[in-house]
């Protein structure tokens, strides 16, 4: 998918919008140096062109009863186009992996997996991960503590 240009304007309405998506449309023009309308249909095309792609509440983890999180890296059997595809549609359906690439490398894939405790992360593990056709072996690393996560991409 090719880049859109983007305007300092633009790149300014973007770093707003990622701080706080639910800014208001006259607080966002205030922000970066414009009225009202203009600003609004600025927002609208970078909505439309895909660069502004959804809206989000951001949660805590930790406040909601999540505080493990496992990084667990999956290796198939086979890597035909079959196989990546029923994996990667069978881990899109499960809502504790709430990250999940596909890598080149060592490894088919790489997932961040969140849980209760460890005991809940062993139930998804044997009730879930475990039963997935064509997974040749996985590995779980628990993570410790966080140091930096953001959703603020550098524009």
């Given amino acids: 998918m090719?880049?859109?240009?983007?305007?300092?304007?633009?790149r300014r309405i973007l770093r707003e919008l990622q701080q706080d998506g639910s800014?208001?449309?006259d607080f966002l023009a205030q922000r970066v140096g414009l009225s009202p309308a203009p600003t609004l249909?600025?927002?609208?095309?970078?909505?439309?062109?895909?660069v502004i792609s959804r809206y989000a509440a951001l949660l805590d983890p930790e406040r909601i009863g999540l505080?493990?999180?496992?990084?667990?890296?999956v290796r198939?059997?086979?890597?035909?186009?079959?196989?990546?595809?029923?994996?990667?549609?069978?881990v899109t359906a499960m809502a504790e992996v709430v990250e999940c690439m596909i890598l080149f490398g060592e490894w088919d894939y790489q997932m961040t997996v969140v849980a209760?405790?460890?005991d809940d992360y062993q139930r998804f593990v044997f009730?879930?991960?475990s039963k997935l056709p064509n997974i040749a072996t996985y590995r779980s690393t628990l993570v410790m503590r966080t140091v930096k996560h953001t959703?603020?991409?550098p524009v």
């Avoid at 249909?41 to 895909?50: D, F, N, Y």
């Avoid at 505080?67 to 890296?73: A, E, M, P, S």
């Avoid at 198939?76 to 069978?90: C, M, N, P, V, Y």
């Fill in 2 to 10: 090719p880049s859109v240009e983007l305007d300092a304007i633009d």
């Fill in 151 to 153: 959703t603020v991409m």
């Fill in 116 to 118: 209760r405790d460890v």
């Fill in 76 to 90: 198939l059997t086979s890597q035909t186009r079959e196989g990546i595809d029923a994996f990667s549609k069978a």
């Fill in 41 to 50: 249909r600025r927002v609208r095309a970078l909505e439309k062109s895909g």
């Fill in 127 to 129: 009730g879930k991960l």
């Fill in 67 to 73: 505080g493990v999180r496992v990084k667990v890296d």
């Fill in 23 to 25: 800014l208001r449309n």
